[in-house]
Protein backbone atom coordinates (compact mmCIF):
# COMPACT_ATOMS: atom_id res chain seq x y z
CA UNK A 1 0.00 0.00 0.00
CA UNK A 2 1.03 3.69 -0.58
CA UNK A 3 0.17 6.88 1.11
CA UNK A 4 1.21 10.28 1.67
CA UNK A 5 0.73 12.43 4.54
CA UNK A 6 0.96 16.27 3.67
CA UNK A 7 1.60 18.39 6.65
CA UNK A 8 -0.27 21.44 7.35
CA UNK A 9 -3.52 22.10 5.65
CA UNK A 10 -2.51 25.81 5.21
CA UNK A 11 0.79 27.59 5.26
CA UNK A 12 1.13 31.55 4.80
CA UNK A 13 4.55 32.60 3.90
CA UNK A 14 5.45 36.52 3.02
CA UNK A 15 6.16 37.51 -0.29
CA UNK A 16 10.08 36.83 -0.63
CA UNK A 17 10.18 34.65 2.21
CA UNK A 18 11.29 30.73 1.83
CA UNK A 19 8.29 28.22 1.05
CA UNK A 20 9.06 24.78 2.34
CA UNK A 21 5.66 22.51 2.11
CA UNK A 22 6.33 18.74 4.05
CA UNK A 23 5.21 16.12 2.39
CA UNK A 24 5.97 12.45 4.24
CA UNK A 25 5.47 9.22 1.79
CA UNK A 26 4.62 5.39 2.85
CA UNK A 27 5.39 2.82 -0.07
CA UNK A 28 6.29 -1.06 -0.31
CA UNK A 29 8.24 -0.24 -2.99
CA UNK A 30 10.37 2.48 -4.47
CA UNK A 31 8.19 5.52 -5.13
CA UNK A 32 7.56 7.85 -8.03
CA UNK A 33 6.84 11.03 -6.06
CA UNK A 34 4.91 14.07 -7.28
CA UNK A 35 4.22 17.15 -6.62
CA UNK A 36 1.28 18.85 -8.26
CA UNK A 37 -0.10 22.55 -8.05
CA UNK A 38 -4.00 23.57 -8.88
CA UNK A 39 -5.19 26.87 -9.17
CA UNK A 40 -8.77 27.65 -7.97
CA UNK A 41 -11.40 26.42 -10.30
CA UNK A 42 -8.77 24.73 -12.47
CA UNK A 43 -7.57 20.77 -12.62
CA UNK A 44 -3.79 20.38 -11.55
CA UNK A 45 -0.38 21.09 -12.76
CA UNK A 46 2.93 18.81 -12.33
CA UNK A 47 5.53 20.69 -10.88
CA UNK A 48 7.96 18.31 -10.64
CA UNK A 49 7.99 14.82 -10.74
CA UNK A 50 10.86 11.71 -9.09
CA UNK A 51 11.54 8.87 -10.54
CA UNK A 52 14.63 7.24 -8.86
CA UNK A 53 17.69 9.39 -10.74
CA UNK A 54 18.65 12.14 -8.75
CA UNK A 55 17.74 12.94 -5.49
CA UNK A 56 17.13 16.63 -5.90
CA UNK A 57 14.28 17.23 -8.30
CA UNK A 58 13.83 20.70 -10.20
CA UNK A 59 10.73 21.33 -11.58
CA UNK A 60 8.59 24.74 -12.95
CA UNK A 61 7.98 27.89 -11.63
CA UNK A 62 11.51 27.64 -9.41
CA UNK A 63 9.86 24.97 -7.26
CA UNK A 64 12.84 21.97 -6.06
CA UNK A 65 12.21 19.08 -4.18
CA UNK A 66 14.17 16.80 -2.10
CA UNK A 67 13.78 12.90 -2.24
CA UNK A 68 14.93 11.94 1.58
CA UNK A 69 14.86 7.85 1.82
CA UNK A 70 16.00 7.73 5.18
CA UNK A 71 13.26 10.41 6.21
CA UNK A 72 10.39 8.93 3.70
CA UNK A 73 10.12 12.63 2.87
CA UNK A 74 9.44 14.55 -0.44
CA UNK A 75 9.47 18.21 0.99
CA UNK A 76 8.50 20.81 -1.88
CA UNK A 77 10.87 24.34 -1.58
CA UNK A 78 11.06 27.86 -3.17
CA UNK A 79 13.70 30.39 -1.90
CA UNK A 80 11.68 33.17 -2.43
CA UNK A 81 7.91 33.04 -2.50
CA UNK A 82 5.63 35.50 -5.26
CA UNK A 83 2.17 36.21 -5.60
CA UNK A 84 1.31 34.22 -8.21
CA UNK A 85 2.31 30.44 -6.13
CA UNK A 86 -0.87 31.33 -3.88
CA UNK A 87 -2.70 27.61 -4.61
CA UNK A 88 -3.02 24.50 -3.26
CA UNK A 89 -0.19 21.96 -3.48
CA UNK A 90 -0.34 18.36 -3.70
CA UNK A 91 2.26 15.38 -2.75
CA UNK A 92 1.29 12.56 -4.84
CA UNK A 93 3.14 8.89 -4.77
CA UNK A 94 2.61 6.06 -7.47
CA UNK A 95 4.85 3.06 -8.49
CA UNK A 96 6.29 1.72 -11.67
CA UNK A 97 3.64 -0.96 -11.37
CA UNK A 98 2.68 -1.04 -14.86
CA UNK A 99 -0.44 1.63 -14.38
CA UNK A 100 -1.48 5.02 -13.63
CA UNK A 101 -2.41 4.74 -9.47
CA UNK A 102 -1.91 7.51 -8.16
CA UNK A 103 -2.22 7.97 -4.73
CA UNK A 104 -2.50 12.21 -3.68
CA UNK A 105 -2.36 13.83 -0.25
CA UNK A 106 -4.53 15.94 1.33
CA UNK A 107 -3.31 18.81 0.03
CA UNK A 108 -1.62 22.28 1.57
CA UNK A 109 -3.19 25.50 0.49
CA UNK A 110 -0.47 28.41 0.23
CA UNK A 111 -1.31 31.95 1.66
CA UNK A 112 1.38 34.70 -0.08
CA UNK A 113 1.11 37.64 2.20
CA UNK A 114 2.20 41.11 0.35
CA UNK B 1 -2.03 22.49 -29.52
CA UNK B 2 -5.35 22.06 -26.83
CA UNK B 3 -5.09 20.59 -23.77
CA UNK B 4 -7.34 18.35 -22.07
CA UNK B 5 -11.08 19.22 -22.63
CA UNK B 6 -13.86 17.90 -20.37
CA UNK B 7 -17.51 18.49 -20.46
CA UNK B 8 -19.59 19.57 -19.05
CA UNK B 9 -17.81 21.77 -16.85
CA UNK B 10 -20.84 22.04 -14.32
CA UNK B 11 -23.95 19.22 -13.60
CA UNK B 12 -26.86 18.99 -11.11
CA UNK B 13 -28.33 15.79 -10.87
CA UNK B 14 -30.64 14.48 -8.33
CA UNK B 15 -29.99 11.19 -6.27
CA UNK B 16 -30.66 7.68 -7.53
CA UNK B 17 -29.99 9.21 -11.26
CA UNK B 18 -27.08 8.67 -13.99
CA UNK B 19 -24.51 10.97 -15.39
CA UNK B 20 -21.97 10.55 -17.77
CA UNK B 21 -18.71 12.74 -18.37
CA UNK B 22 -16.43 13.22 -21.12
CA UNK B 23 -13.17 13.83 -21.92
CA UNK B 24 -11.00 14.39 -24.90
CA UNK B 25 -7.12 13.85 -24.34
CA UNK B 26 -4.68 15.78 -25.81
CA UNK B 27 -3.76 14.64 -29.27
CA UNK B 28 -1.28 11.60 -29.48
CA UNK B 29 -1.82 10.92 -25.78
CA UNK B 30 -3.48 7.09 -25.51
CA UNK B 31 -4.03 6.85 -22.06
CA UNK B 32 -7.08 8.48 -20.09
CA UNK B 33 -7.48 8.49 -16.13
CA UNK B 34 -10.24 9.64 -14.00
CA UNK B 35 -10.11 11.16 -10.60
CA UNK B 36 -12.90 12.38 -7.69
CA UNK B 37 -11.75 15.06 -5.89
CA UNK B 38 -14.00 15.87 -2.68
CA UNK B 39 -14.34 19.64 -2.15
CA UNK B 40 -10.93 20.03 0.74
CA UNK B 41 -9.64 16.70 -0.18
CA UNK B 42 -6.88 15.26 -2.79
CA UNK B 43 -7.73 13.62 -6.23
CA UNK B 44 -8.58 10.10 -5.58
CA UNK B 45 -8.41 7.46 -8.28
CA UNK B 46 -11.02 5.62 -9.98
CA UNK B 47 -9.81 4.24 -13.68
CA UNK B 48 -7.36 4.31 -16.23
CA UNK B 49 -7.86 3.53 -19.97
CA UNK B 50 -4.74 2.50 -21.92
CA UNK B 51 -5.56 1.68 -25.52
CA UNK B 52 -8.95 1.55 -24.87
CA UNK B 53 -8.48 -1.18 -22.22
CA UNK B 54 -9.13 -0.80 -18.60
CA UNK B 55 -5.65 -0.53 -16.54
CA UNK B 56 -6.72 0.05 -13.43
CA UNK B 57 -9.09 0.77 -11.11
CA UNK B 58 -9.16 2.44 -7.68
CA UNK B 59 -11.18 1.51 -4.60
CA UNK B 60 -15.24 2.64 -5.99
CA UNK B 61 -18.53 0.81 -6.18
CA UNK B 62 -19.23 -1.08 -9.22
CA UNK B 63 -21.55 2.28 -10.13
CA UNK B 64 -18.71 4.02 -11.31
CA UNK B 65 -17.80 2.78 -15.18
CA UNK B 66 -16.33 4.08 -18.20
CA UNK B 67 -14.76 3.21 -21.38
CA UNK B 68 -12.20 4.63 -24.00
CA UNK B 69 -13.30 5.54 -27.60
CA UNK B 70 -10.89 4.44 -30.74
CA UNK B 71 -10.50 8.19 -30.89
CA UNK B 72 -9.37 7.59 -27.21
CA UNK B 73 -11.65 9.82 -25.90
CA UNK B 74 -13.46 8.68 -22.65
CA UNK B 75 -16.62 8.56 -21.08
CA UNK B 76 -17.26 7.95 -17.09
CA UNK B 77 -20.50 6.91 -16.40
CA UNK B 78 -22.15 6.93 -12.42
CA UNK B 79 -25.41 4.92 -11.88
CA UNK B 80 -27.74 5.59 -9.05
CA UNK B 81 -26.14 8.98 -7.66
CA UNK B 82 -26.15 9.64 -4.19
CA UNK B 83 -25.04 12.67 -2.45
CA UNK B 84 -21.56 11.46 -1.44
CA UNK B 85 -21.05 11.65 -5.64
CA UNK B 86 -20.75 15.36 -5.48
CA UNK B 87 -16.82 16.42 -6.71
CA UNK B 88 -15.34 17.72 -9.33
CA UNK B 89 -14.21 14.71 -11.72
CA UNK B 90 -10.59 14.89 -12.85
CA UNK B 91 -9.54 13.30 -16.42
CA UNK B 92 -5.99 13.29 -16.83
CA UNK B 93 -3.94 12.25 -20.57
CA UNK B 94 -0.59 10.65 -20.69
CA UNK B 95 1.05 9.40 -23.68
CA UNK B 96 1.54 5.65 -22.33
CA UNK B 97 -0.09 3.56 -19.40
CA UNK B 98 2.83 3.61 -17.57
CA UNK B 99 3.29 6.45 -14.98
CA UNK B 100 4.19 9.03 -18.06
CA UNK B 101 3.57 12.46 -16.95
CA UNK B 102 -0.03 13.46 -16.93
CA UNK B 103 -2.14 16.41 -17.95
CA UNK B 104 -5.21 17.30 -16.40
CA UNK B 105 -8.30 18.94 -17.35
CA UNK B 106 -10.65 21.71 -15.71
CA UNK B 107 -12.74 19.11 -14.28
CA UNK B 108 -16.06 18.62 -14.26
CA UNK B 109 -18.22 20.00 -10.77
CA UNK B 110 -20.71 17.11 -10.58
CA UNK B 111 -23.56 18.32 -7.46
CA UNK B 112 -26.04 16.00 -6.74
CA UNK B 113 -29.49 16.84 -4.78
Known amino acids: AQSVTQLGSHVSVSEGALVLLRCNYSSSVPPYLFWYVQYPNQGLQLLLKYTSAATLVKGINGFEAEFKKSETSFHLTKPSAHMSDAAEYFC????????????FGTGTKLQVIP | DAGVTQSPTHLIKTRGQQVTLRCSPISGHKSVSWYQQVLGQGPQFIFQ???????GRGNFPDRFSARQFPNYSSELNVNALLLGDSALYLCASSLGGGLDEQYFGPGTRLTVT
Open chain 2, 49 to 55: YYEKEER
Open chain 1, 92 to 103: AVGYSGGYQKVT
